[in-house]
C-alpha cells in the first residue's frame, strides 16, 4: 500500500509536471502567434501610412509640376503642400514652380522642409524625403478669363481684376464683330494696343506696368505689359497665344533720303538696348507667327507701325533672341501684315511699280510697306517726283538693311 502511494504521488508530480509543461508550451505557441499577428497588424497599419504617403508624393518633375497646376486651378486654397523625393534641390523646385504660365500666376514664396521618413519593401529601410509648401496668387488676367469665358464672378476684393474686366469686356464688345476672322480680332488687338498704350512707368512704386492692368487700365507699360494684354485679348477671342521672353538688340544704323535724316531704327522703347524682353508667338489658321507689340510702339512716334507683325524666325531672330526649344516655330510668312496686304516687296521693280500705282491714283498719304533686298536710294527713288503736286519726300527705315526693310514714305505736296 505504502509503494501504491508513493507511485501515485510519483505519477501525479510527473503527469503536473507534464501538464505545467504542456500549458508552457501553448503559452508559448499562443503568445508567438499573438506577436506574429501583432506583427501582421503593424505591417499593415505601415503598409496603410505608406499608401497615404504614397498619395501625397510627387517623383517626377512633371508629377511635381501637374499637382501644382491643378492646385492651383481648382482649389479655393493658396497653397499645396507635397512630399517629393530628397533629390530635388530648391533650385529644381523654384524652377518648376517658374513653368506655371504668368497668365495663370504664379508662386511668391515657398517654404522646403527636410525629412527622413521610413520607407522601402520593409522598416528597415530608410529614403530621404522633403516637404515643399508652394503658396501662390492668381492673376489678374486668369480672372478676366474666367470671367469672360467661363462666367465665373470675380472676387469682390479683385479690384485691379474688375477694373481689367470693365476695360477688357468694353474692347471686346466695340472692336470684335461677327466673322472676323483671328487674323483680323489680332490686328483689332495690336493696333488697339499700340494706339492707346505709351512705354512708361505711370508710378515707380506701382509694378502693374508688368501686366496687363497697366496697358489696358493705366495705358502706360512695358513689354511684359504690352505682352500680358495682347495675350489676354487673344485668349478672350479664342486666338492660341504664347508669352516668350528672351532678349532683344538694335543693331540698325541712321538711313536717309532726299537729305532729310529720319531714323528709329529698332530700337528698344526707352532707347536703349533691351536686357530681357517678352512679347508672343500667335496661331492664325494653323501656323504660329511672332508678334511683338512693344517693339511696334517705339516712344516718340505716333505712326501705327506693322513691323513686327505675325514675322517668321528668320526675321525676328535678326535682333531678337529667345530659347526655341522652347518656343512654336514660326516658319510661315502668309499672314504677316505687309504680305498679306501685298506690300511685302522683294524685288525693285515689283516695289517701283506698286508705289507707282498708288501715286497715279492721286494717293499723297504715307505709304508703309516691306522691302527685301531692294535698294531705295536716292537716286532710285527719284521717279516720285514724275508724280504731280509732290516737293519733297522722306524715307523713315525699319529693320536689318537688305533682308527685311520697313520702309515709310511721307509726301510732301505743294501748298494749295
Not at 504617403?53 to 486654397?77: P, Q, V
Not at 535678326?318 to 496686304?341: F, G, I, R, V
Request: with cysteine; aromatic share 12%.
Amino acid at each position: 500500500m505504502e509503494d501504491f502511494k508513493y507511485n501515485l504521488k510519483k505519477y501525479s508530480a510527473l503527469i503536473g509536471c507534464g501538464l505545467v509543461a504542456c500549458f508552457m508550451i501553448f503559452a508559448l505557441i499562443a503568445g508567438r502567434k499573438q506577436r506574429e499577428e501583432r506583427e501582421r497588424e503593424l505591417e499593415e497599419e505601415y503598409r496603410q501610412v505608406q499608401e497615404e504617403l504614397e498619395k501625397e508624393t510627387f517623383r517626377t518633375e512633371e508629377a511635381i509640376y501637374e499637382h501644382l497646376l491643378d492646385s492651383m486651378l481648382n482649389d479655393d486654397a493658396d497653397n499645396v503642400y507635397m512630399r517629393v523625393p530628397g533629390t530635388f534641390s530648391k533650385d529644381d523646385l523654384t524652377e518648376i514652380a517658374q513653368r506655371i504660365d504668368p497668365m495663370i500666376g504664379r508662386v511668391d514664396r515657398m517654404s522646403y522642409t527636410a525629412s527622413t521618413t521610413r520607407e522601402g519593401d520593409g522598416p528597415e529601410v530608410e529614403d530621404y524625403y522633403v516637404g515643399v509648401n508652394y503658396h501662390y496668387e492668381l492673376s489678374d488676367e486668369y480672372y478676366v478669363l474666367e470671367k469672360i469665358q467661363n462666367g465665373k464672378e470675380i472676387p469682390s476684393d479683385k479690384s485691379n481684376a474688375i477694373k481689367l474686366c470693365s476695360v477688357s469686356e468694353k474692347f471686346l464688345s466695340d472692336n470684335i464683330l461677327p466673322g472676323m476672322t483671328d487674323y483680323d480680332k489680332e490686328l483689332a488687338i495690336h493696333d488697339f494696343i499700340v494706339e492707346n498704350c505709351e512705354y512708361s512707368f505711370s508710378d515707380a512704386n506701382d509694378m502693374s506696368e508688368y501686366y496687363a492692368y497697366g496697358a489696358l487700365v493705366n495705358k502706360k507699360a512695358v513689354c511684359s505689359g504690352y505682352a500680358r494684354a495682347t495675350a489676354l485679348l487673344l485668349k478672350c477671342c479664342d486666338v492660341d497665344v504664347n508669352l516668350i521672353s528672351g532678349d532683344a538688340d538694335d543693331n540698325t544704323g541712321d538711313s536717309s533720303a532726299d537729305g532729310v535724316s529720319d531714323t528709329d531704327g529698332l530700337i528698344a522703347p526707352d532707347g536703349t538696348v533691351v536686357d530681357g524682353h517678352m512679347w508672343n508667338q500667335v496661331k492664325i489658321d494653323g501656323l504660329w507667327y511672332n508678334l511683338d507689340t512693344t517693339w511696334d510702339d517705339p516712344i516718340g512716334e505716333t505712326e501705327l507701325r506693322h513691323t513686327y507683325f505675325n514675322v517668321d524666325d528668320s526675321i525676328l531672330g535678326l535682333n531678337h533672341e529667345w530659347d526655341k526649344k522652347e518656343a512654336e516655330q514660326c516658319s510661315s510668312t502668309l499672314q504677316n501684315y505687309y504680305e498679306k496686304n501685298g506690300i511685302f516687296f522683294k524685288t525693285s521693280s515689283s516695289f517701283k511699280d506698286a508705289l507707282s500705282e498708288y501715286l497715279a491714283a492721286g494717293n499723297r498719304d504715307e505709304y508703309e510697306c516691306a522691302v527685301s533686298y531692294v535698294d531705295t536710294n536716292e537716286e532710285f527713288l527719284s521717279f516720285i517726283f514724275d508724280y504731280e503736286g509732290i516737293t519733297s519726300y522722306q524715307v523713315a527705315t525699319r529693320g536689318e538693311e537688305s533682308a527685311y526693310q520697313i520702309l515709310t514714305i511721307y509726301f510732301n505736296p505743294e501748298p494749295e
